[in-house]
């Protein structure tokens, strides 16, 4: 009977500076849950990121690069962020996180990608909670 080596999965988690880790006091998401889960993380949080620039920076197609077994995509925070008075994001969030996923797929049509949306908004955000769900909408 062969052993044979056990392949570790690459997990991708791509997003802004939540991903990245600021929210946290601990390792960043992406890190705890590949931790539990005994998974390589490639952390690729990018503070400040809005979905446009990762879709004009061509982000999905250098996803794509890494050859990953799993993304994860949690971007919205800074297009809500850029209308601070109401929080709702622009028309063209959903387009652009799609682009950014189209370009996954076109490199590996099979990685499986979870689009994560933000979570609620604290007190201090609350008014932004149609925001959120107009941004749901769009991805």
């Known amino acids: 009977l062969e052993v044979l080596p056990m392949t570790v999965l690459r997990y991708v988690a791509y997003g802004d500076s939540i991903t990245h880790g600021f929210c946290g006091a601990d390792d960043s998401y992406p890190e705890q849950i590949a931790e539990l889960n005994e998974w390589e993380p490639i952390n690729l949080g990018i ?3 809005p979905a446009s620039f990762g879709a004009q920076w061509r982000h999905g197609e250098a996803i794509a690069q890494l050859h990953p077994d799993l993304v994860t995509i949690m971007i919205g925070v800074n297009d809500c962020f850029s209308h601070p008075d109401d929080g709702r994001p622009g028309p063209s969030v959903g387009t652009n996180v799609g682009e950014i996923v189209d370009g996954i797929r ?3 049509p099979e990685v499986p990608i979870a689009v994560v949306t933000p ?3 604290v007190l201090l ?3 932004w ?3 959120i769900e107009e941004l749901r909408e769009q991805i």
């Open 47 to 49: 503070q400040g990121l």
């Open 106 to 108: 076109a490199a590996e």
């Open 119 to 121: 979570i609620r908004p």
């Open 125 to 127: 955000y609350s008014h």
């Open 129 to 131: 909670r149609a925001g």
